[in-house]
């Protein structure tokens, strides 16, 4: 999916560098990508104290900074993390891991910049009335179903697309 950094402060507060983050994409091959949620404020990196783990808060989301590469790819810092309880982590709900490295994308003819990243799940009801995960947006049950674990119609489909416009996007980037 594809979001949209809202303002060149935004740009700034996540210390994009639109040399080396930024890959020319044309407006046909914008518009194949799913659009997510607006990026309209700074990172918010958070740690339970005592736990190595640092996740970005997203939303309603925790999403883990995988390892110390990812961590440096984004330009992050250890004082740009804020501590949080045990609980508050707990609070959040489980999302994607963050990716390895920002990738920025925009239409050379239109001024906005949009982050490539991952779809992320949404809490849907599936018929039965058990909470599932809904990674189309679509509000159907389609997804990963939380109570027995098991692949739903369309979850593995979604993933790859993600995983397939991630890969594209990073073998674009790497043209000369």
Not at 18 to 24: E, K, Q, V
Not at 119 to 137: F, H, V
Request: include cysteine.
């Amino acid at each position: 999916m594809k979001r949209h950094v809202v303002s060149p402060t935004i740009l700034t507060d996540w210390r994009f560098d639109t040399f080396l983050d930024m890959a020319p994409y044309t407006a046909a091959e914008l518009a194949a990508v799913p659009d997510g949620v607006d990026l309209s404020k700074g990172p918010e990196l958070v740690q339970v104290s005592g736990n190595p783990a640092v996740y970005v808060a997203d939303g309603a989301f925790k999403r883990h900074v995988v390892n110390p590469t990812s961590f440096a790819a984004w330009r992050f810092t250890s004082g740009d993390i804020k501590a949080i309880t045990a609980s508050a982590l707990a609070a959040l709900e489980a999302g994607p891991d963050w990716p390895a490295e920002p990738l920025l994308v925009k239409d050379p003819s239109d001024p906005a910049v949009y982050v490539l990243d991952v779809p992320l799940p949404t809490a849907a009801e599936d018929d039965a009335g058990s909470a599932s995960w809904d990674t189309a947006g679509s509000g159907n049950g389609a997804g990963c179903t939380l109570a027995t674990g098991t692949p739903a119609s369309g979850a593995q489909g979604a993933w790859l697309v993600g995983i397939a416009v991630l890969g594209l996007a990073a073998a674009r980037r790497k043209r000369p």
